[in-house]
């Protein structure tokens, strides 16, 4: 029985709680240059998130910060009990994507007031029983997790620079989650197997129960210690802008994670193609300019056609 | 209900007929080189098919053809009435695989007796109700299928040189068979357009009811007009030599839905599944070295493991 289903709601207490950056970026893409656009991975993964279930966002911005994106994030029904403004720039970056958006680079990364962003977490925050720890440094991820009182079900993803520069701390924090995510690439690297199903094994073995590995276009893997899911991307002609869909994917998954409330792997498998539709919606536009329009009909629509995809028995 | 089952089976009438190149290989990869092994399209396809239905073989070799490569056919249960042996060399082709086995280059090709080749099809097999056309000359395909009497189910592949040369021929048997396939690459090759969605259109519009574009380790994807169905690929920790993946995937694809004879549309995502797993023990090792002391238990037992991993509802 699959009781998930897409639906907006509000609330005061969020039951998932989503710490990340927020941004302001400017992207070039082969078709298109856009400035000063709303990003961040707590940006997209509150948005996704917010189809599913309550969800409250753990972030900073600087006295720049466009009032038009507040409402944006309100009209989307996120919680801003955790979002800190503080004197100064809001973190911006700016980034190109080559040829066929396979492949991006930075062009400039101003962290401003993201620098010394230290969360103290709402009270209303800390009884979420779902937190996605989106990819900031590894010792922020560890501050917003001691501050949780009994998170049911905690996601960290992370990213080459802290598996560089942090591993002690990354590793303190896979220690301590549920569910680890991260990119094919990153996965490599971090555990120094080139086969996706040997480093797996190795990232299993620091603690997560799962290890959920996104491979963009070419869909993801959810890993456990005796068990495999193989779901592929859902299928789009036209992708305007792939910045954010990874964090709109692991959102999207643990809103619907979170209003479901059950976390067996069956759940977790229902909840990816969740996650995966909305990263799939997200991408045709730039920023959140699909998310903020989307509809939960779409969603259920969307997810019921991707289902009808992947059947085989 | 699926009454698809792996089964080693013999005939005097093949159930499936499958046409394409059988050569005497020579493989580099970044860990090992072979000499001489057994390859070739109708090789990987026949081997591969042989696990589900009566399959015969239709090709050439040259006088100098290991007679231990004839038994190996037999042993695998393969009907050999259309195999032709010829005054001359077998055809031969060497390729090395660099750094990850993701690109090949091709060394050397001799045709040798493969060159003239046209077969005259045996009475049995003319009455076959499946027919594979393996990668060969559209000419050679159309000549084959010409010979059959009233073929339930046709399917095609193809390969650059023969987009890039033979066009028209192309189109002609394109027109005539129910499924084609190719690879990613291929299929944007033919059709001009690099979104996957779009290629898939305009290939469908040729005439076949259904396009299976084969992805290599990222799996395949099935189109017809009205759906798409998304495969992965087995997760493998270790492949050894990638040569005739496509061929077996197709090959036991055709095996199975010829041991089956329901052609309809949830019967062809079964049988991908199938030609999927026996592709997937096919790289284990070079050559039919894997195939050939493959049992029908490890084929069931593989194909059930699979469908658990791509299980979401």
């Not at 101003?110 to 990819?135: G, I, W």
């Not at 989650?177 to 073995?205: C, F, I, P, Q, Y």
């Not at 193609?273 to 909305?278: E, I, L, R």
């Amino acid at each position: 029985m699959d009781n998930t289903q897409a639906v907006k709601q509000h609330s005061d207490s969020p039951r998932l709680v989503v710490v990340g950056s927020i941004g302001i970026d400017t992207i070039e893409t082969p078709k298109a240059r856009r400035q000063n656009i709303l990003g961040g991975s707590a940006s997209y993964g509150c948005a996704a998130a917010s189809f599913f279930t309550a969800v409250g966002l753990v972030g900073v911005v600087g006295t720049d910060f466009p009032p038009a994106y507040v409402d944006l994030y309100k009209r989307l029904g996120i919680n801003l009990e955790g979002l800190q403004t503080v004197e100064g720039k809001t973190f911006q970056w700016e980034g190109v994507y080559e040829t066929n958006l396979d492949n991006r680079r930075t062009l400039r990364t101003d962290l401003n007031v993201f620098a010394s962003f230290r969360p103290d977490l709402p009270a209303s925050y800390r009884k979420a029983p779902f937190l996605f720890l989106a990819n900031i440094s590894p010792d922020l991820q560890l501050h917003v997790l001691d501050q949780m009182e009994k998170p049911q079900f905690v996601v960290a993803d992370t990213m080459d620079l802290w598996i560089n520069n942090t591993r002690e701390d990354l590793q303190k924090v896979i220690g301590r989650v549920d569910l680890l995510t991260m990119n094919e690439s990153e996965a490599r690297h971090l555990s120094g197997k080139k086969a996706l199903l040997r480093a797996a094994r190795m990232l299993l073995g620091m603690g997560p129960k799962y290890v959920l590995i996104k491979k963009g276009e070419h869909g993801s893997v959810l890993f456990s210690k005796d068990s495999i899911f193989l779901m592929p991307a859902y299928p789009l002609e036209d992708v305007r802008d792939p910045t954010g869909a990874g964090d709109s994917f692991a959102g999207g998954f643990m809103g619907a994670l979170a209003a479901n409330g059950d976390t067996s792997e069956s759940a977790i498998r229902k909840a990816m193609v969740y996650g995966s539709v909305v990263a799939s919606f997200g991408v045709e536009e730039f920023s959140l300019e699909r998310l903020q329009v989307l509809t939960v009909d779409q969603v259920e629509e969307r997810a019921s056609l991707f289902r009808s995809m992947m059947r085989c028995e």
